[in-house]
């Protein structure tokens, strides 16, 4: 049937800069919301769905680092970073009706619940919305990274990639408009022509266990619910 989902379990990785929307910092709740309706759409479709979000519309490790302090310290304030994020996200899916819990990589009990992988299993199998907050919960690792990582503890069937553009393209194409667009590529040819899209890590361990990468535009409304049908525009890694 080619409108049924293609995939039973997904995992979804959206960056802190799409939160942002219009703004220059922080989460737009417009934008949050939007995008927990795309969730929504997809989750009534029957798909369990994992979320990792990034940090970087509010803090970035580097950022500190580039300025003679301390990486270790400021990654840790970029994992915090994403478990606002990660809370803002499921503020937005309970607003929609939607059941969704945060589970963190670093412990912070009053606010969330921590990951394991045996309570984002049961989670999921219940029908909720798992966001998995903190990252990886180590230092000079990046949420794309967490999201190949938990990507492959939950067994998803591919892991999403929103981005700010509608696929993996040659080069920026913000910058060069004929950069030329890939509609399918191999891992391989991802590491080996350092296309930036995700970091080496993250492509290498979504590799190493056959989870097929899509990258698509997280802003358009319902594109997520296409990509699950096999529809819409995407770039898809795989083989
Ligand atoms: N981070 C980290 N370990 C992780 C994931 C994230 O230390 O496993 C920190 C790191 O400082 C990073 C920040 O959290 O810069 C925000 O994550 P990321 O840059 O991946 O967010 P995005 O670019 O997706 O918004």
Request: charged share 20%.
């Amino acid at each position: 049937m080619a409108d049924s989902p293609q995939y039973k379990r997904v995992l979804l990785k959206v960056s802190g800069e799409a939160l942002m929307g219009g703004q220059s910092f922080g989460v737009d709740v417009s934008v949050a919301d939007r995008i927990a309706a795309d969730i929504a759409e997809v989750r009534a479709q029957g798909v369990d769905v994992g979320v990792v979000i990034g940090g970087g519309n509010i803090f970035r490790g580097v950022a500190v680092a580039s300025r003679g302090g301390d990486r270790v310290t400021g990654d840790h304030m970029g994992m915090l970073a994403t478990a606002i994020n990660s809370l803002a996200l499921r503020t937005s899916l309970t607003r929609l009706g939607v059941d969704a819990v945060v589970l963190s990589a670093i412990a912070m009990p009053q606010i969330c619940e921590s990951f394991s992988q045996r309570k984002a299993m049961a989670y999921l199998n219940a029908g909720k919305i798992v966001i998995f907050a903190g990252g990886t919960g180590n230092p000079f690792f990046t949420t794309d990274s967490a999201a190949a990582l938990r990507a492959a503890e939950i067994g998803a069937d591919v892991l999403l990639k929103g981005t700010q553009v509608d696929g993996i393209y040659a080069a920026d194409p913000k910058k060069d408009s004929k950069a030329a667009r890939f509609d399918r590529i191999t891992h391989e040819e991802m590491i080996k022509q350092g296309l930036e899209v995700m970091d080496m890590a993250a492509i290498a361990l979504t590799q190493e266990n056959n989870i097929p990468i899509i990258v698509y535009s997280i802003h358009e409304k319902g594109g997520f619910a296409k990509i699950i049908r096999g529809k819409g525009r995407f770039t898809l890694v795989s083989g």
